[in-house]
């Protein structure tokens, strides 16, 4: 039976509410188990707040022996204080060690997939962590070198050449390679993980009207159309650099399968108006299977108990289905 593992995000943000609100929608005790990471005090407090219409079984730990019980498993990391809607060096610590422990079980094939909710960047660096998020944490747990973040919905699907980085940084960032190899991850993952065959991938420039032939910019010329060329002549089904407010503007964007963008807001804006409470976000590239919502932690509601977890609740539907796919691939073998 598959095991399903949400984290609980940062706990002074709507990623509990978010959670429990989803594993009341999802649990199922015939088709899947879920297992819920999340400081036993943190749950306790949010079990009082909304109604947990699931059965549970709190535990220090997770092996074949309750895998199996028909409960979600709220898997206890330790107490941690509570201040909701504050960022906390504490909130950034129980948030990554909910990741760790995730991680942990995936790698000990107690999991088939890990639903990560909202962390707060900033409540990391007040602990010291030293990634900058999700993806980055994942591709050094995972040993993993050719890795994109991908946005998935039924209305779009985009992906990011650059991920965290000040704009100011994007031109020094990008090279013919980078490019090359996000349109391959952007393939593999659509062909591999989605099922699409022959997947069709829109490339985006950089500069306003993709550069107007060298007036507003270089990087067109010199980086990305060599990218473009090279990978036209090893069959890759791409088309671009399209200029990118006409390519939103125009709904260009229906006639592929997934767009590449060259840095976070040019893509996650559109996705984000189009897609807001139903877009994921996914690791592609990874030996795991991640996903998560494509929203923050929301301090400013946290204590309101009005989050909409439907992001959340796409986040699982996405997984189970890569899950899916992933498994008929390895029994073709």
């Known amino acids: 039976m598959d095991n399903f593992i949400f984290t609980c995000g940062d706990i002074n943000g709507i990623s509990p509410e978010i959670s429990i609100k989803s594993i009341n929608k999802l649990y199922s005790e015939e088709k899947y188990k879920i297992t819920l990471v999340i400081p036993q005090n943190v749950f306790e407090y949010y079990k009082e707040q909304i109604e947990v219409e699931f059965p549970f079984e709190i535990t220090n730990s997770l092996d074949n022996s309750n895998i199996n019980n028909g409960k979600v498993s709220i898997l206890d990391i330790g107490f941690s204080e509570l201040k909701i809607g504050k960022i ?34 900033e409540a990391w660096l007040k602990a010291g962590i030293e990634f900058t998020g999700h993806t980055e944490l994942f591709s050094n747990l995972t040993h993993s070198k050719n890795y994109a973040m991908m946005f998935l919905s039924r ?76 990978l036209k002549n090893n069959r890759i089904n791409v088309e671009g650099p399209f200029v990118p407010d006409a390519f939103w503007g125009t709904k260009t964007y229906n006639k592929f399968d997934i767009t590449v963008g060259m840095y976070h807001d040019q893509v996650l804006i559109p996705f984000k108006l189009l897609s807001f409470d139903e877009g994921i976000n996914y690791t592609s590239g990874l030996p795991i299977i991640r996903t998560s919502p494509d929203h923050g932690t929301a301090f400013d509601i946290a204590r309101k108990l009005v989050a909409n977890p439907n992001s959340m609740i796409e986040s699982f539907n996405w997984a189970r289905e890569i899950v899916k796919n992933r498994n008929c691939s390895i029994a073709k073998m």
């Open 88 to 121: 906390t060096e504490n909130s950034g610590l129980s948030s990554y060690n909910a990741i760790l422990k995730g991680y942990d079980l995936l790698k000990n094939q107690l999991g088939s997939a890990i639903i990560t909710s909202p962390i707060s960047k």
């Open 155 to 230: 209305k779009l699907k985009a992906i990011l050449t650059t991920i965290h980085i000040p704009i100011k940084e994007v031109s020094s960032s990008l090279s013919k390679q980078k490019i090359v190899n996000t349109v391959l991850q952007a393939q593999m993952t659509l062909e591999f993980d989605l099922k699409i065959k022959q997947p069709r991938i829109a490339v985006l420039g950089l500069n306003p009207h993709a550069g107007e032939n060298g007036q507003l910019g270089n990087e067109e010329i010199d980086i990305i159309i060599p990218a473009i060329e090279e």
